[in-house]
């Protein structure tokens, strides 16, 4: 019960500070300016990795809302982030089709800022496949993360460990349509990515490949 309190503690405090850093700066730079959208955006961050999903998402809105009207419907670095964060809570929610929608206008603005084969792309590629994944559409995250692979081996090279997530996303899908061999040979080369890019087989991230 005490470590309780002292992480809920913890939290509130880390929370308080990102509100006292947003009050000052909106103090200095007025209630529309992109620092301000990003200090709510870090909000939005911190109640996320909380699992506070409902302020993370009022947090991530109002930061949206203030990107906009301090710099445009389609500034990349800002409204990409934000949108693409939505898009991540709402499917953590289970609102899969608002999720979809959110991670397309994401994408939409970072293919129109970077081209295709840059590692955001992909990212926002991928977490699409991960909805169409737990919408049931199998065929249609297959085709995003194969999409998002070909991005990420472009870009990062094939020992990465966000290839290896991929790769296990593709084995996923292989494991619900019952290809159990492709499945293991997708799960067996995620693997060994992840042991070379981690550099021990105890990681959790390699034993995240396992229990998949």
């Excluded at 970072?110 to 084969?117: A, E, P, S, V, W």
Aim: glycine content about 6%.
């Amino acid at each position: 019960e005490v470590l309780f309190f002292e992480m809920k503690t913890t939290i509130r405090e880390e929370i308080d500070h990102l509100i006292e850093n947003l009050d000052l700066k909106r103090l200095k730079f007025g209630e529309v300016h992109p620092k301000v959208a990003l200090d709510l955006n870090n909000i939005g961050n911190v109640h996320f990795s909380r699992g506070n999903l409902e302020s993370s998402v009022d947090a991530y809105k109002e930061a949206l809302h203030v990107y906009r009207r301090a710099m445009g419907k389609n500034h990349c670095t800002g409204i990409a982030v934000t949108l693409n964060n939505l898009g991540n809570v709402y499917w953590k929610m289970g609102k899969f089709d608002t999720a979809s929608k959110r991670l397309k206008k994401a994408l939409k603005i970072r293919i129109n800022h970077f081209g295709i084969y840059h590692p955001d792309v992909a990212d926002t590629i991928h977490n699409i496949g991960i909805v169409d994944f737990l919408m049931h559409d199998f065929d249609m995250a297959m085709q995003e993360f194969h999409r998002a692979l070909s991005i990420r081996l472009e870009v990062l090279g094939e020992d990465h460990v966000d290839v290896a997530r991929t790769i296990q996303m593709i084995g996923n899908v292989h494991l619900v349509k019952g290809d159990i061999d492709a499945a293991m040979g997708k799960y067996k080369d995620a693997m060994e990515i992840k042991i070379d890019a981690l550099g021990t087989s105890y990681h959790q991230s390699v034993a995240d490949t396992f229990i998949a």
